[in-house]
Nanobody, 124 residues
């Protein structure tokens, strides 16, 4: 029902910044929790951040808290992930995800819709 398309990934130097965007299909209900997961090479998919349907409540994984900021613009059907102070260990494929309701689980199996991902590579 919901299509998600990530963009904004690329190559960045350590300490730099990058902004990811995820555009949801038109007519996507605003009452969906939106979030980001990432999957480093050879590792499991990891919770990065989530934002409530109102945009007022945000949640972050321990490894990114204080460096990343999630936000959403419901008028544009878009969720963003502003990343700063990037580290080589942030290198991963970043996936946009969505689920109905207000709960923001950290288990990727609890989310219903996924984008195809965008690669973020942080060089030393």
């Amino acid at each position: 029902q919901v299509q998600l398309v990530e963009s904004g990934g690329g190559l960045v130097q350590a300490g730099g910044s990058l902004r990811l965007s995820c555009a949801a299909s038109e007519r996507t209900p605003i009452s969906y929790v939106l979030g980001w997961f990432r999957q480093p090479p050879g590792k499991e998919r990891e919770f990065v951040a989530a934002v409530s349907w109102s945009g007022r409540n945000t949640y972050y994984g321990d490894s990114v808290r204080g460096r990343f900021t999630i936000s959403r613009d419901n008028a544009k059907n878009t969720v963003y992930l502003q990343m700063s102070s990037l580290k080589p260990e942030d290198t991963a494929i970043y996936y946009c995800t969505a689920r109905p309701g207000i709960v923001t689980p950290k288990d990727p199996k609890e989310y219903d819709y996924w984008g195809k991902g965008t690669q973020v590579t942080v060089s030393s």
